[in-house]
Each structure stands twice: as C-alpha cells, then as structure tokens.
C-alpha cells in the first residue's frame, strides 16, 4: 500500500517526523509518500520555494527516508495549486490495483468537505489513516458522516504543540531550534530565514 501524506510542509518540523515515524512502526511494510504540495488551494502563498520546501523536507525526514519513507515530488513539480484528487487519481492510473491509504490530521476532518471532490478522494483510497493533532490517545473523535468508517483507522500518537503556522507567525529561532532538526535549521540560516529583512 502507498501511504500518501501531504501538505504544505511550511516548514516540516518534529510533528511532522513523529507522524512519520509513527507510520513506518504501524506499516513496515507499506511505502509512506511525503508529498509537499506546491500550493493548497485552500491556503495562501508560501513562505519558502518548491526547491527549498524540497530541501527542508530532504533534511528533517533524512532519518525517516533512510527507514523507508520517500519524498514524492509530483505536486511541488506541477508548479500550480495542488488538489490531493489530482494525485490520488495519478497514483490509482500508475498502479490500478494497487492499495491507497490517505493521512490526514484531525484538523483535516473539519474542513474535509471543502476539499476538492472529497468524496471522490474517499473513493480512491483503501485507508483513511487519522492522526491526532488536539484530542488525547483514547479519546473519540468527531468523524463526519460521510466518511467510510470500514476505512479509518486513527493513530494514537503524542500530540505535537505548534504548527507550521505557529512557527512562521513567530518566526523566533530559539522556537525553531525546539521544533527542527538542527540541519533544517541551519539551511534556514543559510538562506536568511531569519533576518529582519525577510
């Protein structure tokens, strides 16, 4: 089974590894796709380039490739807004009996019917893997009707205090250093990421 886990990744962090790894522990044998988007249609324009999220994502998930995982560039190549059916469908015409599992947080589920055509994405895929991005390991989750319960499987992984959007909102080093890889980092500083300037 292909596990497709996208985003922005603006910028990847530890939340994102931890999910990751998560993954290669519940599905040793499945092939996790990270797959930064070049841009969601449902969110603004990006901090960084399709070449640097690239290399971001390259730097924090080293170790999480090295186990398995891969880095899928399809959306970042496509070089327009990216809609999760598109690549799915991609996916499906490569291998048509092959198996899809979608990751999503559980932020997603809320704003999951904005996506585009949403119950069409829940036709391609096999799995809809959940993680947990407010509601403690145990605790049920509020799924939306619509979903195919026979397909959703919820992680139970440690919650993961800031955002992406947390991160770039504060912009603050000493917050990036306890929530990135210390070569993530330091490619943020050699591409001035945190001057005033920027």
Sequence with gaps: M???????????????KNIIRHLLTI???????????YRSPLKNVKD????????LCQLEFEEEIQHGALIWEYELSKKEPS??????????????????????????IETFSDWYRYLDVLALVDLVVIFRRNTIKGNELSIPEYFP???LKVLENELWKFTSSDLRIHRNKTLFSSCLEDKTLAYLDDIGYFNESN
Excluded: A, W
Excluded at 2 to 16: A, C, D, K, T
Excluded at 48 to 55: A, E, I, K, N, Y
């Design 48 to 55: 960084f380039l399709p070449d640097q999220v690239l290399r």
């Design 2 to 16: 292909i596990l497709f886990f996208g985003g922005s990744f603006n910028p990847p962090h530890r939340g994102h």
């Design 83 to 108: 809609f999760t059916f598109d690549s799915l469908q991609f996916l499906k015409l490569q291998d048509p009996n092959g198996s899809i599992g979608l990751v999503i947080g559980e932020d997603s």
């Design 27 to 37: 599905f040793p044998r499945d092939r996790i796709f990270i797959t930064p988007n």
């Design 149 to 151: 319960i026979e397909k």
